[in-house]
């Protein structure tokens, strides 16, 4: 993956580069939003394209030399189309956040209100946090999830959107561990002239995949990431309707961000052709599978989860009656090789740098061709470090054993073990 004339150049970059392969291979990457591109999207990403200056779009190019461009963003585009079903694409976004932003100023007026999940419930920054740029511009309204359940309330929801009357509602989450049925979100912004936003980032790969409902039927507007469950690199695209599409592109280029990233568009399509292979959908069926074998043992350890389970890639662990914290936890399963990330749980006590929970998935040890049998492993391992928190010997020991199981999956052939 290293060639010598990053070596030749900057040993000093270049070992902290080996020493990232070294932890990837060596520890369990629980990371919902985390995966392994594959060799030749990483390929596509590394490549000359990251030299090619191209603001603007197919045909309407400020710089000359665009031709061979133009094509790649063409396939990148005819192939989101075909695997989504979508009117129109714009594959230009350089992250999540940024396409989020960007349908903003497409379909808002400053100071309009956008109705979206509540960060600490599950929703994400990028929704309308406070300090965030959406926060500055528009009017925010938060829904939440229902307090016994912690699933959304449709008819909650249903009301707060006719009271509030926002102008946009956002249906989407980073934390939210079952399935979405986007229909009758399409029914309460029609009941009150809203446009319908899916912030499909965590669950694309899921859509693509066949085994979580899909959005775009129903909305408006689709963003998503292609890093997640869908297993590319670091970035964004859109889906929406015809009607957008002028908008959206104008909110992306020049709007919100200048020249797009070729060599990430390449690896992009390079993604969304992974993606349309049969064999995508045994993984998507499979990280799921994983998800809830993982969820059962967690359970059958005597850890709460939020929900009760999980119908996706994720679910989160409510630490509150093991007296310890979400940061804590993290750090003692890092110590044993086993990485999460702390996360808050609903209506929870404690901050978000503390949190009472931690969120786990399974994209990346799906990808690595983990199953059932070793998701079992894994969750006695979290149990057994979680409930002897203060034994550092046992840490060590799931480190060892750990450190076996990669060894038995590496993430690419051929990867060195050392």
Known sequence: MITDSLKNVDQEIERLIQREIYRQQHTLVLIPSENYASLAVLEAQGSVLNNKYAEGYIGKRYYQGCKLIDEIEYIAIKRAKELFGAEYVNVQPHSGTGANIAVYQALLKPGEKILSLKLTQGGHLSHGKEGSLPFKYHTIVNYGVDRKTERFDLDEIRKLAKKEKPRLIIVGASSYPRRIDFKPWREIADEIGAYLMVDAAHIIGLIAGGVHPDPVPYADVVTATTQKTLRGPRGAFILCRKEFASAIDKAVFPGTQGGPFMHIIAAKAVCFKEASDPSFKDYQRQIVANCRSLADVLVNEGFRLVTGGTDNHLL????????????????????????????????????????????????????????????????????????????????EKIRTKVEGLCRDFPIYKGFSQE
């Open 316 to 395: 989160i662990i409510d630490l509150s009656s093991q007296k310890l914290t979400g940061e804590q936890a993290a750090i003692l399963l890092e110590e044993a090789g086993i990485i999460v990330n702390k996360n808050c749980i609903p209506f929870d006590p404690l901050p978000p740098s503390i949190t009472s929970g931690i969120r786990l998935g399974t994209p990346a040890l799906t990808t690595r061709g983990m199953k059932e049998e070793q998701m079992r492993l894994i969750g006695q391992w979290i149990g057994e470090v979680l409930k002897n928190p203060h034994k550092k010997q046992i840490r």
